[in-house]
């Protein structure tokens, strides 16, 4: 059986360290924990340089232990035919114009085909509201549309 590619996006590592102890941080803490250390065996997991890079750039508690978390995830490229998805997805109003941000990572995921992207984002990325609209420029585009998801939504693994 193939396993379903999951791109890892940088709030994942960030909430697997979490050391903030309002309800809702702790429950993705212990959501994005749950998925990590029971499900994500059951799927292939990437990142990308642009997520090492975001977390490089953070200051925030424990983050040699968030920058290991992504050690042995392998890396996709980023190849310079993405700067053009990019633009199109702020000129579109589809993402934020920070293309170091939301707006590479859903163009990563989406040039690979992976099957999801998952992510703490639900302002720009994993937003039921945005779904439409990232299938209609993905699908002009000609690329994948990934499933934006969150930890808590893979929780339950089913072949």
Known sequence: MVKKLVYIETSIPSFYFEVRTEPEMAARRNWTKQWWDSQRQH?????????????????????????????????????????????????????????????????IASFHACDFLLTWNCKHLANANKF????????????????????????????
């Open 132 to 159: 439409a609209h990232i299938r209609r420029i993905n699908t002009l585009l000609g690329l994948f549309i990934p499933t934006l998801t969150t930890p808590f939504e893979l929780l339950s693994w089913e072949e």
């Open 43 to 107: 799927y292939q997991l990437v990142t990308s340089l642009a997520v090492i890079e975001e977390l490089e750039r953070g200051d925030y508690p424990n983050k040699e232990q968030v920058l290991g978390l992504l050690d042995d995830v392998p890396l996709l490229d980023i190849p310079g035919e993405l700067i053009d998805i990019v633009d199109t997805y702020v000129s579109r109003k589809l993402m934020p114009a920070d293309t170091k941000g939301d707006a590479l990572h859903l163009a």
